[in-house]
T-cell receptor, first 112, second 110 residues
Framework: DVKVTQSSRYLVKRTGEKVFLECVQD?????MFWYRQDPGLGLRLIYF???????EKGDIPEGYSVSREKKERFSLILESTSTNQTSMYLC???????????FGPGTRLTVL | GQSLEQPSEVTAVEGAIVQINCTYQ??????LSWYQQHDGGAPTFLSY????GLEETGRFSSFLSRSDSYGYLLLQELQMKDSASYFC???????????FGKGTKLSVKP
């Protein structure tokens, strides 16, 4: 089975702090994705990557950056957190094109 | 912009059949996926339609009509454990980028 893990289930940070969210997948997938999920808004794509060192902006990249130095690892970076970044952050990976993505358990980030 | 429309809530009883519709408006459409998410859990993949027609996986089926920009998820023999949110998601790029609908919360009553 595909396994996607995320570094933390819950995080509480203060406004202005820097946050790294790490995601690791163990199935040699080319594509990796970061979403945030908010009530009533569904899942929104922040960034994605289809190869090592490659990244593409999603629908809501402002305030975020990403890093993919190794195929299995995709990090989401919040340089200076703000309260409107309080959300559930979900990482996903997929083998290739097509509609099947495998999600990690999510990180619930609260920014005070 | 691109958007997908699906009902926000659906209620049904155990053993019944429920259909969750999804309409989309986009160019560069590759296909339509469906995901299930229980409260507190991560989305899990249910089905994917790249071509018109019906795909069946056990109690769940998914349908796509590209000419109508429309699809649906059909859940049969509903069980209490089917209570969850269901998302349709459009595959919009060759790398498999997904654009999600806002989700349909299904409540199954005894």
């Amino acid at each position: 089975d595909v396994k996607v893990t995320q570094s933390s289930r819950y995080l509480v940070k203060r406004t202005g702090e820097k946050v790294f969210l790490e995601c690791v997948q163990d199935m040699d997938h080319e594509n990796m994705f970061w979403y945030r999920q908010d009530p009533g808004l569904g899942l929104r794509l922040i960034y994605f990557s289809y190869d090592v060192k490659m990244k593409e902006k999603g629908d809501i990249p402002e305030g975020y950056s990403v890093s993919r130095e190794k195929k299995e690892r995709f990090s989401l970076i919040l340089e200076s957190t703000s309260t409107n970044q309080t959300s559930m952050y979900l990482c996903a990976s997929s083998l290739s094109s097509g509609g099947t993505q495998y999600f990690g358990p999510g990180t619930r980030l609260t920014v005070l | 912009g691109q958007s997908l429309e699906q009902p926000s809530e659906v209620t049904a009883v155990e053993g019944a059949i429920v259909q969750i519709n999804c309409t989309y408006q986009t160019s560069g459409f590759y296909g339509l996926s469906w995901y299930q998410q229980h409260d507190g859990g991560a989305p899990t993949f249910l089905s994917y339609n790249a071509l018109d027609g019906l795909e069946e996986t056990g109690r769940f089926s998914s349908f796509l009509s590209r000419s109508d920009s429309y699809g649906y998820l059909l859940l049969q023999e509903l069980q209490m454990k089917d209570s969850a949110s269901y998302f349709c998601a459009e595959v919009e790029g060759s790398q498999g980028n997904l654009i999600f609908g806002k989700g349909t919360k299904l409540s199954v009553k005894p």
